[in-house]
Structure formats: C-alpha cells, structure tokens
C-alpha cells in the first residue's frame, strides 16, 4: 500500500539558508499535518491543512511557511535557517475531514543546520 | 508535551511479559492513536480508538479509553525483543493531533 512519501530524507544546510520539505500524501487524503521532532521530544504540531487550506496551526515560527498545492502534495518552506532548527521534520496524511481518521507518517526529514 | 503526560516514562521487560503504558491528556477529544518510533525513525501508526469507544484490540495490543478520567492504556502481551521503541498517544481533535511526552520500552531477550 502506498504510504506517505517525504523528500528529501536528509539535508544538511547552512545558518540562514533556506529549506524546502516536500510531503506527497497517501492517495485521495486530503488532510496533512506536519511535526517536528527535536531528540529525545515527542512530535511538535507545526500545522495543518484541509483541501488545501491551512485548518490549524500550531508552533511554528514566523520564518516557516507551508502549502498545500492542488494534487495535495505539501511544501514546508523554512528561511533564515537557526542551529535549533535542526530536527526530524514529519508529515503525515488522513481522510479528513482532520483527525476523524487514522494519520500516517511518513519517514521523515532529518534537517540538519551547521 | 503539548498535550499530556505518558506514564512511565520508560521500561524495562522480559520478552514473554507484559507493558502496561498510560496516556493522559487535557482537552476533548475526537479520537485518540497510539504509535511506535524506532530510535530516529518514522512514527508507525498501531491503534486508534474514538471517543465513544472505551476497548480496543489488535494483535498484541488492547488499548482502554476513560473519557472521564481522560486517561488511556497500552497493553503489549507476550513482548518481543522487536517491541523495543518509544511508544507515544496522540489525541485528535479537529485538525490538530497533538502527543505525549512517549514511553521508552525496552524488551530483554
């Protein structure tokens, strides 16, 4: 079965560079979530979209953006890179509406920042 | 966390024995899911059981639901050495699902 796909696994970047994460989500859901994992934390809620709208947001810095494009695939967009955004980035997929189904992650993007 | 407490925060089992592990949280809920995170893996999807559910069982696992004591339970049975992970609750809510601080479990051959 097909499972949520993020791109790329691993990337390594510079203070104040950019990142783009990629999540292409599992065929026909139409809510993604994305999350972000420091070691050792449990999952942060960053932010969500439904139909390609963002339904919800969590604690994500100002420098972060986020879409949901009209194939539902999803971007993550962080600028002005920090070493403590150094992190697994995840996202995950249900049939919404939202929460009312199972979410499933994908593998995740470990971000690093030097 | 941003949603509650998991408790304990780890533990140590024989293979063949059983782990308990328990979720609280602080808000309404629409369901609530449990996962498994290999150490710097993917979050594994096991089990979710909605609000007006109180049991549920896959395979090895029976999770409870206490809406009232806003309070869950893992129950791994006859624990293999492959079971070693963090084991973390998400409750969802609209569109948020929002984790617990996980449990450590290490199962010893």
């Known amino acids: 079965a097909a499972g949520v796909i993020q791109s790329p696994r691993h990337l390594i970047k510079e203070k104040r560079e950019t990142a783009t994460l990629k999540c292409y989500p599992i065929p026909r859901h139409d809510t993604v979530y994305w999350y972000q994992q420091g070691p050792g934390q449990d999952p942060q809620f960053l932010i969500s979209f439904y139909e390609k709208m963002q339904s919800d947001k969590g604690s994500i810095p100002d420098r972060f953006s986020a879409q949901q494009f009209s194939d539902y695939h999803s971007e993550l967009n962080m600028s002005s890179l920090e070493l403590g955004d150094s992190a697994l980035y995840f996202c995950?997929?249900?049939?919404?509406?939202?929460?009312?189904?199972?979410?499933?992650f994908g593998q995740g993007t470990r971000l690093t920042v030097v | 966390s941003q949603q509650g407490e998991e408790d304990p925060q780890a533990l140590s089992i024989q293979e063949g024995e059983n782990a308990t592990m328990n979720c609280s949280y602080k808000?309404?809920?629409?369901?609530l899911q449990w996962y498994r995170q290999n150490s710097g893996r993917g979050l594994v999807h096991l089990i979710l059981?909605?609000?007006?559910?109180r049991e549920k069982h896959s395979g090895r696992l029976r999770v409870t639901l206490d809406t009232s004591k806003k309070s869950s339970s893992l129950l791994i049975t006859a624990s293999r050495a492959a079971d070693t992970a963090s084991y973390f609750c998400?409750?969802?809510?609209?569109?948020?699902?929002?984790f617990g601080a996980g449990t450590t479990v290490t199962v010893r051959a």
């Open positions: 998400a409750t969802g809510l609209d569109y948020k699902l929002s």
């Open positions: 808000t309404s809920i629409n369901n």
């Open positions: 059981i909605r609000s007006n559910e």
């Open positions: 995950a997929s249900s049939l919404g509406p939202g929460t009312s189904t199972e979410a499933f």
